[in-house]
T-cell receptor
Framework: EAGVVQSPRYKIIEKKQPVAFWCNPISGHNTLYWYLQNLGQGPELLIRYENEEAVDDSQLPKDRFSAERLKGVDSTLKIQPAELGDSAVYLC?????????????FGEGSRLTVL | KQEVTQIPAALSVPEGENLVLNCSFTDSAIYNLQWFRQDPGKGLTSLLLIQSSQREQTSGRLNASLDKSSGRSTLYIAASQPGDSATYLCAAPNSGNTPLVFGKGTRLSVIA
């Protein structure tokens, strides 16, 4: 069974440029998460989808970050414009069932460097 | 709001030693707790998921326990190997139907 797939694995951009990350969850997993991980820290939730609906986006900086999960499968996370402080690893995860009961499975992450 | 703390932040042990990693959480009204492993530059790999009705879970040389009343979980690794070197993170949800809150992890080094 294929795991959570993310792309690109690495991205280097200059500040003020846009960037987008893509995630394909495990087949059949209705809940999808985007987490941000800074060096030496645990992941922090940005947004959670249950099917097509964003049910928790309270930690998403909406002035520059946006996300979508059309058709309830793949998801895209966008940053526009990127700032130096956005340099981090962006992790996508998926689970079967609700946020509180499903085991989380993570992708390899997308490492963003903003110069 | 749930807060998850992991102690120690780093641990170095000789190969073959049994070891315990600690995780504490502030809100004991959790539905489950999950332990993960993260290798450098990689994503997180799920190790064990303990439901609130369970006291422990075992997978190979790994055993995770959960004590909700005291807000603690431990990950026991038996007969450690150099390949166990990684960062181990625990995560617990906020109360209610909310996703996992992570600790900062314990960075484990097993020396051959």
């Amino acid at each position: 069974e294929a795991g959570v797939v993310q792309s690109p694995r690495y991205k280097i951009i200059e500040k003020k440029q846009p960037v987008a990350f893509w995630c394909n969850p495990i087949s059949g997993h209705n809940t999808l998460y985007w987490y941000l991980q800074n060096l030496g820290q645990g992941p922090e939730l940005l947004i959670r989808y249950e099917n097509e609906e964003a049910v928790d986006d309270s930690q998403l900086p909406k002035d520059r970050f946006s996300a979508e999960r059309l058709k309830g499968v793949d998801s895209t996370l966008k940053i526009q414009p990127a700032e130096l402080g956005d340099s981090a690893v962006y992790l996508c995860a998926s689970s079967h069932g609700t946020a509180n009961t499903g085991e989380l499975f993570f992708g390899e992450g997308s490492r963003l460097t903003v110069l | 709001k749930q807060e998850v703390t992991q102690i120690p932040a780093a641990l170095s042990v000789p190969e073959g030693e049994n070891l315990v990693l600690n995780c504490s959480f502030t809100d004991s009204a959790i539905y489950n707790l999950q332990w993960f492993r993260q290798d450098p530059g990689k994503g997180l790999t799920s190790l064990l998921l303990i439901q609130s009705s369970q006291r422990e879970q075992t997978s190979g040389r790994l055993n995770a326990s959960l004590d909700k009343s005291s807000g603690r979980s431990t990950l026991y690794i038996a007969a450690s190997q150099p390949g166990d070197s990684a960062t181990y993170l625990c995560a617990a949800p906020n109360s209610g139907n909310t996703p996992l809150v992570f600790g900062k992890g314990t960075r484990l080094s097993v020396i051959a």
